[in-house]
């Protein structure tokens, strides 16, 4: 059976569903479809200690389209093949009597890799690999946690047309549009922890929450040699996510990874950012250019290009 784009892109869709929230397991997606390739039952991993995607779908399948017949199994990342939390998904895919397998990336786990190929096989399930890049993509973070210890860092900042950095936070002088403001709050939804500098604590005083759905599983973590925080600020008092504070960043990301946080995003300051670089820790760094000129003046007072309807420009680069 040949797979639309379309088809694969929807089900990562599904599986981004999760982000953020199934630490230390990986966001997956998984579709029953039938003969005819039409999506019949859909499940995605919502958080650790619940049911595998593969499990949900399966389950969907039964409740919803119990007289179509399955044909193939369709999943973002191989099945897992030893019982942990929950079942073997390979033990619900034998039960279900699906005859087919097909998954958009490896297990990155080289302990676990083609396990579920064999055991499935050994059950006459014809299970194979078809890679799809955003599936891959989906789960970079939970790779690099498997196989190093570390969390996957990304580092954001923010940059006016005449090079002028400052961190990010979301904050409303700099971060120009509501675009902008919206893509922060999606990201933000989809990492395990943000970090900041204590200098942005102290000068912005941010919650570090996304805008939309509160997120109880995402932790706000500030870095400062000083350890000299107001205890007021709103990271500390709000009662809302928990707030961890280490005096180095080294140290901080390197708990992070012990603790299961498989992807942390700095927001901020300049000199986090630096030392998380200097380290080598970061994996991917957001530059946000925003169209104004700040020159000497303060960021609330900067010249906005377009009279303000510029958009922000996002850019992604790998380290
Ligand atoms: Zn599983």
Redesign the pocket.
Known sequence: MEFSTATLKALVDLARKGEGRTRPNPP?GAFVLDAQGVVVGKGYHRRAGMN????EAIADWKKRNPKVAAHTLLVTLE??SRP?R?G??TDAIIAAEIPRVVYLCRDPNPKNRDKAKRTLAHHGIECRHLKFAPAEELIRPFAKHVTTGMPYVTVKLAMSLDGRIADSCGDARWVSSEKSRKRTGELRERVDAIMVGGETVRRDNPSLLPHGKANPHLVRVVVSKSGKLPPDAQVFSDGKNETLVYRDAVEAVRDLGRRGMMHVLCEGGLKLATSLAESGLVDEWLTVLCPKVIGTRRIGEAVVFGGGKTEDVFVCSRA
Not at 52 to 55: L, N, Q, T
Request: proline fraction near 9%.
């Open positions: 997956v595998h995607a593969e499990v099945p897992c942990g929950v073997a998904c």
